[in-house]
């Protein structure tokens, strides 16, 4: 015992407090490496909400028990990846969100060890429609968007798989999209697909309206056709205007 304090004694109490402040800093890291190996890491949830359904969101998972983190200005939400499941299935069932995608980012926070093939391609899909989604917010005139994909597989003594489709449903505001805008957006989804074509691709609005059909040709859409039907329409009122003038002096 006398020996060990003499040892003590001569290392030097600077260096003892030294290489006791390194093992209980490498123990504390230990530590939490070893709870969050024991936690399940967070899944995106939703993200590019508005402001107020984000905060719709949170209200509802709240009320749930459901923990969740907010990212950003607000508008991207994390939860417990264990817990997405549910918490999409009670945001779905309450209609709160519309304006929510999912990117690329979904990526963020996954490891594709352990994921099935299956599970790898529905994710990558996932990623592109909302990527394409928010890609075509960005375009003049439009508030909202939603695009979904149909990406048929090879069935077996098939030579080819049939030709991949989409739809895309779009929120106008002030009026109609002319028909350059309807094509511009189906030569967006069409060209972020492979082998999926423009005339593959159905544009409709929230109103229910079919702007362009999936089996409409590269010129010819309802967007055009009632474009169309305005010009005629106006050249109609001009040619009156003119018969009338020229009656009555």
Same mark, same amino acid.
């Given at each position: 015992?006398?020996?060990? #304090? ?8 600077? /260096?003892?407090? @030294? @290489?006791?402040? @390194? ?9 939490? @490496?070893? %709870? ?7 899944? %995106?949830?939703?993200? +590019? ?6 905060? =719709? ?11 969740? $983190?907010? /990212?950003?200005?607000?508008? #991207? ?27 690329? =980012?979904?990526?963020? +926070?996954?490891?594709?060890? !352990? ?13 592109? &429609?909302?990527?394409?989604? /928010? ?15 149909? %990406?048929?597989?090879? &069935? ?17 505001? !002030? ?23 423009? &005339? ?14 999936? #089996?409409?040709? =590269? ?12 010009? $005629? =329409?106006?050249?109609?009122?001009? /040619? ?10």
């Amino acid at each position: 015992m006398g020996g060990f #304090t003499a040892a003590l004694q001569k290392f030097g109490i600077g /260096r003892l407090t @030294v @290489v006791l402040g @390194v093992a209980a800093g490498v123990a504390a890291v230990l530590v939490f @490496v070893m %709870l969050r190996i024991g936690q399940a890491p967070d899944a %995106l949830l939703y993200s +590019n909400l508005d402001l107020r359904e984000a905060s =719709e969101v949170t209200t509802a998972l709240d009320g749930a028990g459901i923990k969740y $983190t907010s /990212r950003g200005d607000g508008s #991207t939400i994390f939860v417990n990846r264990d817990q997405v499941g549910e918490a999409r299935m009670l945001v779905a069932g309450k209609g709160l969100v519309s304006s929510g995608s999912v990117g690329y =980012e979904i990526f963020d +926070n996954q490891s594709v060890l !352990g994921q099935t093939e299956f599970q790898q391609n529905l994710n990558e899909k996932r990623a592109l &429609e909302g990527e394409l989604a /928010r890609t075509i917010q960005t375009m003049r005139g439009i508030q909202s968007a939603r695009v979904m994909i149909a %990406l048929p597989r090879r &069935e077996l003594f098939q030579s080819q798989a049939a030709e991949p489709t989409a739809s895309v449903v779009v929120g106008v505001t !002030g009026g109609q999209l002319t028909g350059a805008q309807v094509q511009a957006i189906r030569n967006v989804v069409a060209s972020s697909v492979p082998n999926l074509k423009p &005339e593959k691709v159905t544009l409709t609005d929230t109103s229910n309206r079919t702007l362009a059909a999936g #089996t409409d040709g =590269e010129g010819f859409s309802a967007a055009s056709a009632e474009e169309a039907r305005g010009q $005629t =329409e106006a050249q109609l009122q001009a /040619r009156i205007k003119d018969i009338v003038e020229g009656v009555v002096g």
